[in-house]
């Protein structure tokens, strides 16, 4: 007779509702570490980022003024400046032209003011203005000569102006925080955001009080009674980030005089939290133009 046998089904054990919370809980510390550590390398690759860019905007501004400040002053050399033809131009006698052939406005002309023309400026609120000779060059892609100087906005081309002076005139808008330039007739447009401080000094130089030992003092526009006597101009740009960070107590930078200690953590308005560095650098004028204005300052 066979046996037949019966399997009693085994009762299946669930979690309990002790370990399901034991389970929730170290999942949500895990998640919770996780996002601790991914908001930490957030704000750490944020403040990079944003020390980047401020560096960048930095290089960039010291750059633009570089380019028109180096310049300030500059005139066409001739090479042939009088009625003497031959055929090898190095030969030739050579001149630099103070006077310009067009007839046009801004002027660049030798003068009592020649010195304005060149360079001039304000202390507050904080301007400042420079100009060279325009003139035109044989050029590679083209057939007639044209003007490649340009000024703080890039313009203007030989199709819309024949002014004889490249001119850039830089201002400092401090309710918004940015620098404009314009000049040539342009209008004024931004070149610079984010700027909470602009400060432009002047680097004198005086060969009149003991002739062959020249002097040189550091003053603002008010401080400037010959502007012949601008050898170099000190550019200082404080700039600042566009993004909130944690900036403890005494996170200071110095400002543009050299001796204020700014504290970052206590500013407010679009400034507040923002990572602010201080920029600086002297440029060297051209002597050309300047010269007879120095030696003879009346």
């Known amino acids: 007779m066979a046996m037949s046998t019966s399997h009693t089904p085994q009762a299946q054990r669930g979690v309990t509702l002790i370990e399901l919370m034991v389970g929730i809980a170290i999942g949500l510390l895990v998640v919770a570490v996780a996002m601790g550590a991914l908001m930490v390398s957030r704000g750490i690759s944020g403040t990079v980022t944003d020390a980047s860019a401020i560096q960048q905007q930095g290089s960039y501004a010291m750059r633009l003024f570089g380019q028109q400040l180096r310049q300030a002053g500059a005139m066409r050399l001739n090479l042939n400046p009088g009625t003497v033809v031959t055929e090898a131009p ?5 001149a630099f032209e103070t006077a310009a052939v067009a ?3 801004p002027l660049f002309s030798y003068s009592a003011n020649m ?8 202390a507050s609120p904080t301007a400042l203005t420079v100009g060279f ?3 035109t060059e044989p050029v590679f892609v083209s057939a007639a000569e044209q003007s490649l100087s340009r000024n703080c906005l890039g313009g203007p081309d030989d199709s819309t102006s024949t002014d004889e002076r490249m001119e850039s005139a830089f201002t400092f808008d401090a309710a918004a925080n940015r620098i404009l330039c314009s000049g040539n007739g342009l209008p004024a447009q931004p070149v610079l955001q984010n700027v909470a401080n602009f400060q432009v000094r002047y680097l004198l130089q005086d060969n ?4 062959g030992i020249p002097k040189f003092q550091s003053v603002d526009a008010a401080g400037v009674t010959n502007w012949a006597q601008v050898q170099a101009v ?3 740009l404080v700039l600042y980030g566009s993004e909130a960070i944690d900036l403890p107590a005494g996170s200071n930078y110095t400002d543009c005089d050299g001796t204020t200690a700014v504290d970052m953590s206590t500013l407010i308005g679009t400034r507040a939290r923002r990572m602010h560095v201080a920029f600086r650098n002297v440029f060297q004028l051209r002597s050309q133009g300047l010269i007879g204005s ?3 300052p009346a």
Request: glycine share 4%.
């Open 90 to 94: 190095y030969l030739a006698p050579v």
């Open 103 to 105: 007839a046009s406005s």
């Open 208 to 211: 009149t009080t003991t002739p």
């Open 294 to 296: 120095v030696l003879n």
């Open 234 to 236: 000190e550019v200082c």
């Open 133 to 135: 000779r325009r003139y």
């Open 115 to 122: 010195a304005n023309q060149v360079i001039t400026g304000t």
